[in-house]
């Protein structure tokens, strides 16, 4: 754009100066016209002046009167840029014009008139010389302006152009910064480059060794595969004879008079699970559990362990060969112990819709004495007690009766029995059902921030089965306890207070007088404390004593209740090491008429002797 501009103005420039040439030529013919003129002039004016005798004393300066004559004038030029107006100039005329006779020449008077017309000719040169001079005067005036014009407007735009150049420079060494990063991006990208190739070669060889990885892998996943099927099989066969090794270790405990020991967990409530991510206990097998502890996991070992999904039916599967025990004239025992809240109740007495062990052990008796009726005559009945602040209740009792004091005793077998409490003969599961449910509505409960219902005493279910023999006149009398023992619990958790706090503290040191009693028989002292407590009283056959003991420990898998569940775990696993000596309470044909005529004469009534020989 720059140059663009310059070349015009420098076409303008060539043709005003074209122009001024022009001028300049045209006035210096002009002028040179004018000097030949002159000289042509002068020289016929010496000529003339030499043939002429002029009377030098006889010239007179001419005044203005003599214009008319037509003088000659001689005219020097002192400067050829100067030119001088005759006729202006009165001082040159007086001055060279001189007066010459009379007698005129005609050559003279020729030359004269040739002169004059030359000087006609001159004026007008002149005069034409001085229009050319003004238009050229003008309209150089006219091109400076238009110069100057066309110059501030090339002078705006070499601005804008030097402004756009500074402008484009700089772009240009912002681009040339750029360029130069871009130039070490490009040489940091090509250092890259080679590192990536190389990287991509390694990739390549690395490739390689991985395919024939891959082909080892697979050759070793079959092997794999074959070796996991066969550790699969191991595993379970493991899993197996970890199982019946336990089972039969129980048995053969159960056979050395062990008391059994099954471990139930309740399902987490919904107010439990709002405040505990997951459950605390795990059951491992149906042996074994874990509970994950602030320490760790820690593992117990129980006769049997069932979980939160576990039936009332599946619990009395277990239980159900205790009940032929107890009709075979065994002493059988049968108790739950746990913390408050923890599923005692529901375990041993249930509910309408999913009934406990107690009512389908009542089932169960009068299932078995119809199944044996032909063989043997089955007498059956039951008594119903609570421990209540250290002190026995008669559940069934009738209201209007005299309260009697109950007190526990023991038989030369080492039977515990219960002098003065109420005992009813039943006949079948459904009489045995209704007593049973009459007693336990007078049973002492009341509602804790641990159970809405909550047990405040020691519930005793005793039921004596008696079968004589149709052929041998034999008898054999078991019996089964059933136990619903009072939750452990704290105060603080569970905000008794009044008489719920006094029934609590009883509650507690009935359990911690158990405690002692297992702790002694556990360490074989020669001393139990069974009478630190009634409950221990009642419990000394099945605890140490000639009872088939199974004890169930319920617990509760919250975190919240974790230290009361390692509590409860750890008092079951030091009762599971109790010994018994169960033995089985059978008397002869002849024993049975003995003790008859025994009886007879005590009441005063007359006995054959013949009978007594027979």
């Known amino acids: 754009m720059e140059k663009n501009a310059q070349e015009k103005l420098q076409k303008e420039m060539d043709n005003l100066s074209s122009k001024l040439r022009y001028f300049e030529v045209e006035n210096t013919e002009l002028r040179s016209q004018i000097e030949i003129l002159k000289d042509q002039s002068h020289s016929r004016t010496q000529s003339v002046n030499s043939d002429t005798s002029v009377d030098s004393t006889r010239v007179e300066p001419i005044g203005s009167d003599l214009i008319e004559t037509q003088p000659i004038v001689i005219i020097e030029a002192t400067r050829k840029e100067e030119v001088i107006d005759i006729e202006e100039d009165p001082k040159i005329n007086r001055r060279r014009t001189y007066k010459i006779s009379n007698v005129e020449n005609p050559e003279v008077k020729q030359l004269r008139n040739l002169l004059n017309d030359m000087q006609q000719k001159e004026i ?155 459950p605390i206990a795990e059951i491992l097998d149906a042996y074994s559990l874990r509970v994950d502890t602030k320490s760790g996991f820690k593992e117990y070992q129980f006769d049997q362990v069932y979980g939160p999904d576990a039936t009332q039916e599946d619990v009395f599967k277990d239980v159900n060969t205790l009940v032929q025990s107890a009709y075979d004239g065994y002493n059988v025992c049968i108790c739950a112990y746990g913390q408050t809240g923890s599923g005692k109740t529901f375990t041993i007495i249930g509910e309408d819709s999913c009934p406990g062990i107690a009512p389908r052990t009542f089932e169960k008796i009068f299932e078995l004495a119809n199944d044996y009726a032909e063989q043997f ?40 029995w219960i002098q003065g409490c109420t005992q009813i003969t039943v006949y079948d599961s459904s009489a045995l059902l209704g007593y049973f449910m009459r007693g336990t509505e007078n049973r002492k409960t009341a509602s804790t921030l641990m159970n809405e219902k909550s047990s405040r005493s020691h519930l005793v ?66 001393f139990i404390p069974y009478r ?58 002849e024993i049975v008429k003995l003790k008859a005529i025994i009886s007879k004469l005590r009441r005063g009534e007359p006995v054959d002797c013949r009978d007594s020989i027979s």
Do not use: W
């Not at 990885?213 to 066969?237: F, G, P, S, W």
């Open 124 to 278: 007008e040169y002149l005069e034409r010389i001085r229009i050319l001079e003004k238009n050229l005067k003008n309209e150089s005036e006219a091109s400076e302006r238009m110069l100057r014009r066309q110059i501030i407007s090339l002078e705006r735009k070499l601005q804008d152009t030097e402004s756009s150049l500074d402008s484009s420079k700089k772009e240009s060494f912002r681009s040339i910064g750029e360029l130069n990063d871009l130039k070490s991006d490009f040489d940091m990208l090509r250092t890259e480059n080679k590192k990536l190739r190389s990287e991509v070669d390694n990739l390549r060889q690395f490739e390689r060794e991985h395919q024939n990885c891959n082909k080892t892998i697979q050759h070793l996943e079959k092997e794999t595969r074959v070796t996991a099927e066969l550790n699969k099989v191991m595993y379970e066969d493991l899993n197996r004879e970890r199982v019946l090794r336990k089972k039969y270790y129980n048995i053969v405990e159960e056979m050395k008079g062990k008391i059994r020991v099954f471990c139930r967990i309740r399902p987490m409530t919904s107010r439990e699970k709002l405040h505990s991510t997951s």
């Open 377 to 416: 005559s089955t007498d059956v009945s039951m008594y119903m007690v609570e421990l209540h602040n250290d002190r026995l209740v008669d559940l069934l009792k009738h209201e209007s009766g005299n309260e009697e004091k109950l007190e526990i005793k023991k038989d030369k077998k080492g039977i515990v």
């Open 461 to 526: 279910v005793g039921i004596a089965i008696e079968c004589t023999n149709r052929l041998h006149g034999t008898k054999t009398k078991g019996k089964i306890s059933l136990l619903d023992l009072a939750g452990s619990e704290r105060v603080s958790k569970s905000g008794v207070s009044s008489n719920s706090l006094k029934e609590a503290t009883f509650i507690n040191k009935s359990l911690s007088a158990l405690g002692d009693v297992i702790s002694a028989l556990t360490t074989d002292q020669e």
């Open 532 to 589: 630190n407590s009634k409950l221990t009283m009642l419990l000394q056959d099945s605890f140490g004593g000639n009872a088939k003991t199974l004890m169930f420990v319920n617990v509760s898998p919250a975190a919240y209740n974790l230290e009361e569940t390692l509590n409860s775990l750890t008092y079951a696993s030091r009762a599971k090491q109790i010994t018994n000596t169960a033995s089985r309470l059978a008397e002869s044909r």
